[in-house]
């Protein structure tokens, strides 16, 4: 369909529309990438696609091997772009541009003028991406709404490969609240959830049958600060290596994201486990401290 910008490196590269053989290895792509999440089933986001418009939905590939993907669609207002992947083997010469190109060019043929798309929270890092591809974030709040759940046939598939499945996303709110009371910590509100979670720097989720077991975050300022809440793992889960695995993700991320000389902290409710992985006491006699939200707060009696 479409080559290749002269200036890609990437030679042989070309955009096609996705065909049937594609299925699989359209599916590890989007495992590879982190896009698979359990609330999505992949395998019905293809079908939905192809019985809605199999046009829409592209694929890049060097020689006979797959290494990208976008779904393009336009309801007559907006044009939205989806599952935009590349193998991580291939990333930094140009591939996404031109499969985002590719998709802006089969919008616009079909008259749409203007094209949106989300970015899951977690993943924000990805903006700067789009940004340089003349993104911009409009001043909306995207909201959703489910009509047919895809868990139970995700859950079979999970449940089918391992035990559990860990993925680069935050929890949904409810599971989240939900997980934190079963793991023995402050309730948590739906407010505080709804304004938080989407803002995490980074977050994993820990699914069983479609059911959150584990989870963690990293929050802060993406430079200087860095801190890790919300490491949790169902008391029924325990002792399996699970919050080990969540936390080799969450130190995946650090290594690669905290530039030298950023500060990484965490309240330790376990201490051993986190000293196990590394972490050391700030001060034996505990320099921690927090405000109880809701006390009083007087700027004349602070002065006194
Ligand atoms: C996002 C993604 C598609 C980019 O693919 P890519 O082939 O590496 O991107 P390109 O090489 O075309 O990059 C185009 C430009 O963006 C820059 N860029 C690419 N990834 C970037 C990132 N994560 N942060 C900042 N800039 C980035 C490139 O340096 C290049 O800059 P230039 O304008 O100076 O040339 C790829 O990283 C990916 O598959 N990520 C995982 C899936 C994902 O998050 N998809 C988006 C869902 S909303």
Redesign the pocket.
Known sequence: MTDASPSNPASGFHIRPYAADDLSAVIALWET???VVPWNDPRCDIQRKLDADGAGFLVGAIGTRLV?SVMAGYEGHRGW????????G???????????RAAEALLLGRGCPKVN????AG?I??A???R??GYRADAAVGLGKRLIPDAPAMAAAVESDEQFRILPTPPPADEYLRLRVRAGMSPGTPEAAALGLPRSLFAVSAYHRGNLIGMGRVVGDGGCNFTIVDVAVDPDRRRQGLGRRIMAKIMFYLQRNAPPGAQVFLLAETPEFYERIGFRHIDPAGMAMYWPHGSKYDIQETKK
């Not at 772009?81 to 991580?88: F, I, S």
């Open positions: 990438c982190g896009l990208a772009l989806n599952y935009l992947a590349v193998d991580p291939f990333r930094g010469r140009g591939l996404g541009r031109n499969m985002v798309l989300q970015i899951r993943n890092a990805v700067d991406f789009y340089r591809l």
